[in-house]
């Protein structure tokens, strides 16, 4: 929703209106306005921009004589700058365009076919794929798979949520051939808060959702941005591709559940994910050590195992009371961090609870 000009290009300069509003048509979640299809209608506009210059940067290529020479990558960071897509853990906001020019000469590197469509595709594995076009070998410490492999199959992608901006709400998810699993560990938090990113005075299309909830004229889909989020989320992206049935209580997908469940807390703990401890905490606990945060979080220090065996109590009904108390007494911060946490979605525990609730205000981290 802003220009994006970062990159120093005047792109209101050359914008022009092609996309009527009126003929747009917006997701279900977004309320049927004619503001909200102004919104959409430029965003369409802007597409216009990018490929112009996208087509200014192959022009230079061959007039240079280097386009079949020149291996070219086009993607974008994430998608919308709206509300369900940018720092969202739903497919509208982890999926983004990506299309490969590969010419004639370098074909044969390649195992995919020309026109061939891949969506499961990570950014980790952009690096490796380049490595592979230049004949370098790739790193242990990279994660991705080259495109180059004739192997290269990817049965899903991960998908992580911490910190964005002024809020800290934490979440991860698993996308496979059909299905998206979210996990959500900080539920009782909802999806806008308030916050400055969140602000009714920022981007016109918060301003608009604020304005229709002031008033009572918001649509159910819309309103569910200010209601806590389920603590996990199960959506079939072929039957319903707005995200909009949450089926993670279904006794038919059952085994689906468990399948994706098992898959992200495996990730979780292989990839050593370091965004279950406080930003903070790993700056303070890597300059106690000497250490960089980096060092630090592939250490056997930072204990994973704990701390996100702490977090993933978090919205679990099964889990006795008694078990949540448990974490406040750990030596470790990040555990006490999750045992708050965990019982923040149980106001009646937490009331209950309130003597080592409150012991942990004066808790040093």
Do not use: C
Not at 60 to 86: C, I, M, Q, W
Not at 300 to 320: F, N, P, T
């Amino acid at each position: 929703e802003g220009n994006g000009n970062r990159d120093g290009f005047d792109h209101d300069a050359i914008l022009e209106t092609r996309v009527d509003p009126d003929d747009v048509v917006l997701p279900p979640y977004f309320p049927n306005t004619q503001t909200m299809r102004e919104l959409y209608a430029r965003y369409y506009d802007l597409i216009t921009v990018f490929d112009r210059k996208v087509g200014e940067h192959l022009q230079e290529l061959e007039e240079a004589g280097l386009l079949e020479n020149t291996v070219v990558f086009v993607f974008s960071d994430h998608g919308f700058g709206l509300p369900r897509y940018k720092r969202w853990l739903y497919r509208t906001g982890l999926r983004v365009p990506l299309v490969l020019h590969v010419p004639e000469a370098y074909r044969d590197q390649f195992a995919a076919a020309p026109g061939q469509r891949e969506d499961l595709v990570s950014f980790l594995d952009f690096a490796p794929t380049v490595l592979d076009l230049a004949g370098v070998p790739q790193p242990k410490t990279m994660t991705g798979q080259s495109f180059l492999s004739e192997t290269y199959k990817k049965p899903f992608v991960y998908g992580a949520r911490s910190r964005a901006d002024d809020v800290n709400t934490i979440g991860r998810a698993i996308v496979d051939e059909r299905y998206i699993y979210i996990r959500n560990f900080t539920p009782s938090r909802p999806y806008f808060e308030r916050a400055v990113i969140f602000g009714a005075d920022k981007q016109g299309s918060y301003r608009e959702l604020h304005r229709l909830r002031d008033t009572g004229e918001l649509n159910p889909e819309a309103a569910a941005f200010w209601q806590p989020r389920p603590a996990e989320e199960l959506y079939d992206l072929v039957a319903d591709p707005h995200e909009l049935h949450n089926i993670a209580q279904d006794p038919a997908h059952r085994a689906t559940l468990q399948r994706l469940r098992g898959q992200l807390s495996s990730t979780v703990r292989e990839s050593r994910d370091v965004g279950f401890l406080h930003e903070s905490e790993f700056m303070r606990r890597a300059a106690q050590t000497g250490q960089t945060v980096f060092e630090y979080a592939k250490s056997q220090a930072y204990d994973l195992e704990a701390i996100y065996g702490a977090a993933e109590k978090v919205g679990r009904e099964e889990v006795a009371t008694s078990e949540l108390l448990a974490p406040l007494e750990s030596p470790d911060s990040g555990v006490r961090f999750w045992g708050v946490i965990a019982l923040a979605q149980r106001p009646e525990a937490a009331q209950r609870s309130a003597a080592q609730l409150e012991s942990v205000l004066h808790d040093p981290s």
